[in-house]
């Protein structure tokens, strides 16, 4: 099988346009993980580079497979207007290092967690998992290999992660969108969960 890598990175640059810049970061046993960040307006995107290098294998399976598997890298969009959204590199790297260091398969509904601030002053130490194929299209891979799906990152606080883990990941998208929440907003505060 070809190396994915450099599809990947076209189909990023396709969606949304040259990165202005790009970090490498590499943990001890794993491959090394870039993190390209994307300038559009007053958006800045991150998207990482290396987490669909190889399928995101069952933790409970005997041996991985090398080909099948769901494959995944992860975008933030952010607003950084006063905040230090670029020190989120670090985090990002940690989150699509997760399959290779702990074994997750990461999807769309899933809770990430850094244990610290996304960036300096965030009141976000996890994220939302959404659903791929909006801002980037998935890409497909040649037969028997499973698409490369792009998903979008959504900050959580503490108490909108400890609801989310009580009333599903549904239930709390649907508490933002009636409450008309920026997810973009990198100081926001936490959305009404009475």
Excluded: C
Excluded at 42 to 50: E, K, N, Q, S
Excluded at 96 to 104: F, H, I, K, R, Y
Excluded at 105 to 117: I, K, N, R, Y
Excluded at 162 to 179: D, T, Y
């Amino acid at each position: 099988m070809t190396d994915v890598l450099p599809l990947v990175e076209a189909r990023l640059r396709s969606a949304l346009g040259e990165p202005d810049a790009r970090a490498a970061v590499t943990f001890l046993g794993t491959d090394r993980i870039e993190v390209l960040r994307f300038t559009e307006g007053d958006i800045v995107r991150y998207a990482t580079l290396g987490m669909s290098a190889q399928p995101m294998a069952d933790p409970t399976a005997v041996l991985a497979d090398p080909v099948k598997g769901p494959r995944a890298e992860l975008v933030l969009s952010v607003r950084p207007a006063g905040a230090e959204t670029d020190k989120v590199l670090r985090p990002l790297a940690v989150l699509a290092a997760s399959p290779q260091v702990e074994g997750l398969v990461v999807a769309p509904g899933a809770s990430l967690d850094v244990g610290e601030p996304l960036w300096p002053g965030a009141p976000f130490t996890s994220v939302l998992v959404a659903e791929s194929g909006g801002l980037v299209e998935d890409l497909e891979l040649d037969a028997p290999a499973d698409p490369v799906r792009f998903l979008p990152l959504l900050p959580m606080t503490p108490n909108e992660a400890a609801w989310k883990r009580v009333h599903g990941a549904g239930a709390l998208q649907e508490r933002w969108l009636n409450g008309g929440t920026d997810l973009r907003d990198p100081l926001r505060r936490s959305v009404a969960l009475d």
